[in-house]
């Protein structure tokens, strides 16, 4: 029998093995059915996704802007003098007015921090603000109910809080921005917390990426996969990935902070003689580092994996060695992959509150972090000791400092984005 006779027969066979006719057509009807079903099911799950997404955003903005009432201590009406209103009073006058109602020792204070003298007359009208009028919040309303039911809450606020000044607020704003924390709702801030964030970002990405990228090329570059070492170090790699990170903080406290307490504590620069310990900046970035060095080893084998192996051959064949084809062709060409991965490990790490806590990041600090070495907060505990806090107005903070948080988010992985989408136009054009 001839090759051409048995294809015959094996096609004839398959033939026979088709449905026809009604069978066949019922088939095609049920395929489609299931088609459109799954199809229905995947487009219902995005869009009760989407809806949640909303659902969140809304609540975060309705939290962040609306009426409040505030009850002043002092009316600043009854600091004018000779009939000028304190807004328009000039700053020696200001100085004056502080000095008269507030204690002799806490003008000592401020003298010694910055001279009134060289204070700006907003300045010295801010401080008696603070000090003497002393504006307290009383209630709060949301963003909703301040535009659709305006109405309703002035007359609450008149009845409930009598004398009270009712305004449209927004949480967000420069000064909130600028000011460090507070127990004033109204004079707090999250600078302190935006500088430990971008302190804690940067020493993590500077420790883990290039120790999960060369990780990644030695697994899959150079180790021999068939050894029973390798094997069980990438089985282990895998499993990490998915470990809690409340573990990954009591792995951070007893390594990081006690053990290595000398070192990261900046004992070692001073020869031993500091008061810090090492619930410090470079504890808590180490910590994060190792929670996120497991998604930047997968997914940089991952990318380096999906580079062509014609391409190496081709290197090969022109005489590179295997360093000179892996850092000249291998990893510009896996470069927008590997970054894709960095870009959602680190987002994982901006977000992560346990592991911190556990660290020793401070609920409550008012000094900026100044290297790696200081006391520090980040955003998601500044969130978390907010949203604790019985008073409402203190939500509002937590929901001015989530959309903080989440324009932080967005600005650094758009600046990944930009540096991936620049290795993909390098790699085009050569």
């Known amino acids: 029998m001839t ?36 199809t229905l099911t995947f487009q219902a799950a995005m869009l009760c996704g989407i809806i949640a997404l909303c659902a969140l ?43 008269a ?18 204070r700006s007359r907003d300045n010295v009208q801010d401080l008696i603000l603070e000090r003497v009028v002393e504006p307290q919040v009383e209630a709060t309303w949301g963003l909703f109910d301040s535009i659709f039911a305006r109405g309703s809450i002035m007359k609450e606020a008149q009845e409930r809080f009598p004398g009270s000044q009712v305004y449209f607020r927004s949480w967000l704003t420069s000064s909130f921005i600028s000011n460090s924390q507070s127990s004033e709702p ?3 801030g999250v600078r302190t917390a935006i500088l430990g964030s971008l302190w804690v970002v940067f020493i993590t ?10 990780a990644a090329i030695y697994l899959e570059e150079f180790a021999r996969k068939e050894r029973f070492l390798n094997r069980l170090i990438q089985t282990n790699i895998n499993n990490l990935a998915g470990v809690p990170s409340i573990i990954y903080g009591m ?18 620069l001073s020869g031993g003689d500091t008061t810090a310990n090492g619930r410090t900046i470079i504890s808590a970035s180490l910590t994060l580092g190792l929670l996120i060095l497991p998604l930047i080893i997968i997914n940089g084998q ?23 084809v892996i850092w000249h062709h291998v990893l510009p060409s896996a470069m927008p992959g590997i970054l894709t991965g960095t870009i959602l490990a680190v987002s994982r790490a901006i977000g992560e509150t ?12 008012a000094l900026d972090p100044k290297g790696p070495f200081s006391k520090f907060t980040v955003l998601p505990i500044q969130i978390y000791q907010w949203t604790s806090r019985p008073q409402d107005e203190f939500r509002n903070l937590a929901a001015a400092a989530i959309l903080v948080l989440l324009v932080l988010l967005l600005t650094l992985n758009a600046s990944a984005v930009l540096l991936r989408n620049r290795f993909n136009r390098n790699r085009a054009n050569a």
Request: net charge positive; hydrophobic share 45%.
């Open 101 to 118: 109602n507030i204690s002799s020792g806490l003008m000592r204070r401020y003298e010694h921090d910055l001279p009134f003298a060289k």
């Open 251 to 268: 792995l951070g406290l007893a390594i990081f902070v006690r053990m290595m307490e000398f070192i990261t504590s900046g004992a070692f």
């Open 302 to 324: 991952e990318a380096i994996r999906a580079v062509p192996h014609s391409l190496r051959q081709a290197g090969f064949g022109l005489g590179a060695t295997h360093w000179q």
């Open 57 to 99: 955003l809304l609540n975060i903005v309705n939290q962040s802007f609306g009426y409040v009432a505030i009850v002043n201590e002092i009316d600043p009406a009854e600091l004018a003098m000779d009939g000028v209103p304190l807004n328009k009073l000039p700053k020696e006058d200001l100085v004056q007015i502080l000095e």
């Open 3 to 38: 090759p051409i006779q048995s294809s015959q027969q094996a096609l004839e066979a398959a033939a026979g093995l088709m449905p026809s006719g009604e069978t066949y057509h019922r088939q095609i009807r049920t395929r489609r059915r299931r088609g459109r079903a799954w």
């Open 205 to 214: 990405i500077l420790f883990s990426f290039p120790v999960g990228v060369g």
């Open 186 to 188: 109204l004079r707090a």
């Open 354 to 365: 346990a592991p911190l806590v556990v660290v020793g990041a401070s609920t409550f600090i």
